[in-house]
């Protein structure tokens, strides 16, 4: 499994965009990139999951260069609600019945 | 169309005793998880399950078991509670080929 890497902590003022950089060194061939959020209390929620370029839903966008070996989320106009812990997964293509979550990103929105 | 469900909400065992975490999806997903988050720690994967009377190991297996007689229900057995199982217990499913797992709201374990 592609051990993951984020900062530990961000802070961020209601309306700006944020952007969370997750580093995956080891990324392999068939592995696919993922997004959780987590609020307080409550199970992960998944947001997005991309395997190169760019992927965009209705809730954030998903930035991953040619050597996929980062990958960015990008939040638009982040409010007092998006505070949370964000987690980068890594999983194998077709298989995924293995994945570990890492201690995220802290996510604070100051209004 | 109620998701992922987990009983109990909360629960203080004593140091020893045993219980079982319940699980119950109605989203006919094939894949299960549970997985264990201690305070400011993210999720660690105690066991999974591909289907019915298929399941498997993760990161953090010792001191659990869980059995899977249906596509429905996936129950996390604690034999022996000890301090160290104090945490806050996830249940998740998925669909095969879908990177997307829906999580139960959790079970606060506090074991003294």
Known sequence: LAKTTQPISMDSYEGQEVNITCSHNNIATNDYITWYQQFPSQGPRFIIQGYKTKVTNEVASLFIPADRKSSTLSLPRVSLSDTAVYYCLVALSGGYQKVTFGTGTKLQVIP | ?112
């Open chain 2, 1 to 112: 169309n109620a998701g992922v469900t987990q009983t109990p909400k909360f629960r203080i065992l004593k140091i020893g005793q045993s219980m079982t975490l319940q699980c119950t999806q109605d989203m006919n997903h094939n894949y299960m998880y549970w997985y264990r988050q201690d305070p400011g720690m993210g999720l660690k994967l105690i066991y999974y399950s591909v289907g019915a009377g298929i399941t498997d190991k993760g990161e953090v297996p010792n001191g659990y078991n869980v059995s899977r007689s249906t596509t429905e229900d996936f129950p996390l057995r604690l034999e022996l509670a000890a301090p160290s199982q104090t945490s806050v217990y996830f249940c998740a499913c998925k669909v095969s080929g879908s990177y997307e797992q829906y999580f139960g709201p959790g079970t606060r374990l506090t074991v003294t």
